[in-house]
């Protein structure tokens, strides 16, 4: 590896903060697509056409935990920069590993059929597949662009996607196509991911080449895959275990009280810790910086999520009711017990990031299987009391986890648990207010008799009041949210 050019703190800070907004940007118009498509399509197509695609991503899912073997994360936080021979021979072993994916599903395609009892899915499962071997084409020029900060770059590629997928999909439904409309939109967004991809990274592929050094890589990589093989099992645990002891009824309930609170939460988290990961990869020779970013990205973290988390559950019979609708009144809550944990989790979450911006894949690993065995055994615990002793025994989990998982995290770094608590103290402290507060009115005769959209006005407004004034009263808070807007001017 060649050694890495000197760190420029301030240009890592300004392309951090660009690249931030890049990627949210990106994520949210990403979103929007989704649920415009969602809603054209679900009047063109019948709920079979959905169902055959969802039967075969459940499967597709699942190999798509080994699609690049964690290669790209090993590029992103490599210590050195890349020559352009290792970057090649990460891009061809991507190659090889999504097309050996894409023989395997196929081969699997007469037995996929088989268990659910739907020959159709044969052919639609053959077509899916080829999208590991075009997702792979780009995976290391989206990892180059990562690494570089380049965001702007990936933002493109990943919105013309979902662009030419929606439109592909829209269109192809209008003439007739049924299921086929989906599978080719599906398969044209990645195309054009890949392709935009290999056409904006600054990255040109050579033969490949021995003893170019990549055996390390590999290694981080394979801890990386085995990481995410485990995390797969113990996030789909809950809902094989409910649906097999309480049934569909319970089920649903739960996993839509899931979904519709991880929704805002993951397109907040993930953008924010994709620039993350590659601005601490660079900063990992400089501890004392290192160690300021996290505290920042943590705050910042903190301070969007759990304020959002705290109105959601507080607000949850309106939110439920209102996307929902009456129906769904049980789900109010699981949803509410749910949120305790998610309070916690997206800050909590960045101590895979810090164990792998420091080139420590083996600590990610253990504390997968730490927050594996007892997430596990937490919702075997809590199984018998139906979905909410699940949600209730999940949370409980996630906060017994959480002061050895972050401290292992932090093992060989200058970042320190007090660095994790005074990140978080104000924005936990200050929603918590808040919440406080909504009780209080949620308890009067004008939100008992509110419509529902009245009662959800009445209580952001008082939420959004209240958190504003609590954090004007913390002692630095003002500055502190002051410093915040602070940063997103100095880039504009």
């Known amino acids: 590896m060649k050694p890495t050019p000197p760190v420029d703190l301030a240009e890592i800070k300004k392309k951090s903060i660009w690249g931030g907004l890049m990627t949210v940007g990106a994520r949210a118009v990403i979103v929007l697509f989704s649920l415009a498509s969602t809603a054209v399509l679900a009047r063109l197509l019948a709920p079979e ?4 695609l969802a039967m075969v991503m459940s499967v597709v899912g699942f190999v798509g935990v080994f699609k690049d073997f964690g290669l790209s994360a090993a590029a992103v936080q490599a210590a050195e920069s890349l020559t352009p021979a290792q970057a090649s021979n990460l891009f061809w072993l991507n190659l090889v590993a999504g097309a050996l994916l ?21 052919p639609v499962t053959m077509c899916v597949a080829v999208s590991f071997v075009l997702a792979s084409l780009g995976s290391q020029h989206a990892a180059t662009l990562q690494r570089r900060l380049l965001f702007k770059r990936k933002a493109v590629a990943d919105i013309a996607g979902a662009l030419v997928s929606f439109g592909a999909s829209i269109m192809l439904a209008l003439q ?12 044209a967004g990645t195309l054009t991911t890949s392709l935009l991809l290999v056409t904006l990274a600054p990255l040109r592929i050579q033969r490949p080449r021995r003893g170019q050094g990549v055996r390390r890589l590999l290694r981080f990589g394979g801890d990386v895959t085995a990481f995410e093989f485990i995390n797969y099992f113990h996030r789909n645990l809950d ?12 089920l649903g309930l739960y996993s839509r009280a899931y979904q519709l609170l991880m929704f805002p939460i993951t397109n907040l988290r993930a953008p924010i810790t994709a620039v993350a990961f590659s601005a601490m990869s660079q900063l990992r020779g400089e501890p004392e910086q290192f160690r300021a970013y996290y505290r920042k990205v943590s705050f910042l973290l903190a301070l969007t999520s759990m ?12 939110v439920i009711g209102l996307l929902l609708g009456p129906r769904w009144g049980g789900a109010v809550p699981i949803f509410q017990a749910l949120a305790f944990a998610a309070f916690i989790q997206p800050v909590a979450s960045l101590r895979g990031m810090v164990a792998l911006s420091s080139g420590r894949s083996r600590d990610y690993l253990v504390l997968g ?6 997430v596990c055994l937490a919702f075997v615990a809590g199984l018998r009391w139906g979905p909410m002793g699940v949600a209730i025994s999940y949370s409980i989990a996630i906060y017994l986890l959480l002061y050895p998982t972050v401290k292992l995290s932090f093992r060989t770094t200058t970042i320190r648990m007090a660095d994790f608590w005074g990140a978080i103290g104000q924005p936990a402290c200050t929603s918590v207010v808040a919440v406080v507060a909504v009780l209080a009115v949620g308890n009067s005769v004008l939100m008992s008799e509110a419509s ?7 209580k952001l407004g008082t939420f959004a009041t209240v958190w504003l004034a609590a954090n004007a009263l913390w002692p630095g808070g003002w500055q502190a949210l002051r410093n915040v807007r602070q940063l997103f001017r100095s880039r504009r």
């Open 176 to 187: 007739g196509y049924s299921y086929w409309a989906l599978v080719w939109g599906t398969i």
């Open 369 to 374: 299987v730490m927050n594996a065995v007892v």
């Open 307 to 318: 304020p959002l988390v705290a109105f959601l559950a507080v607000a949850a019979e309106q």
């Open 452 to 458: 529902l959209l009245l009662g959800l006005g009445l």
């Open 49 to 52: 056409d959905f169902g055959v």
């Open 239 to 250: 809902n094989v275990l409910i649906g097999r002891v309480w049934g569909a009824d319970a």
């Open 102 to 122: 894409t023989m395997l599903t196929i081969a699997a395609a007469p037995l996929i059929g088989w268990v659910f009892g739907q020959p159709a899915l044969v």
